[in-house]
Nanobody
């Protein structure tokens, strides 16, 4: 059974940092599309950062470029999201997701985010206060 468990969320002030972790079990994260998504109150879910399934490259939504870094530790089977210079608009529930058939570098370079992630964690809340 595939499971994704997020941790590391919390409340920080503007300009602060958090590191989210996503511990995966039931499969090996190497060579698998994995990413972080978020949903803010009253808004649709959006992709934040993703690692492509073919070449393992990282892609980010424009609003977090230069501030967030996605990475994975294959030995620990864990995905991370380092978030720096946090802003109030980063407040959201953050979800880890894995497995997609539409997660190629070609599509991601064109700005097309995967919409068929097969597995999701339950989320971790991130709240940024000014």
């Amino acid at each position: 059974e595939v499971q994704l468990v997020e941790s590391g969320g919390g409340s920080v002030q503007v300009g602060g940092s958090l590191r989210l972790s996503c511990a995966a079990s039931g499969y090996t994260i190497r060579s698998v599309c994995m990413g972080w998504f978020r949903r803010a109150p009253g808004k649709e879910r959006e992709g934040v950062a993703v690692i492509s399934s073919d070449f393992g490259n990282a892609y980010y939504t424009d609003s977090v470029k230069g501030r967030f870094t996605i990475s994975r530790d294959n030995a620990r089977n864990t995905l991370y999201l380092q978030m720096n210079s946090l802003k109030p608009e980063d407040t959201a529930m953050y979800y880890c997701a894995a497995y997609s058939s539409t997660c190629s570098d070609r599509r991601l370079r064109s700005g097309v985010w995967p919409d068929d992630m097969g597995y999701w964690g339950k989320g971790t809340q991130v709240t940024i206060s000014s």
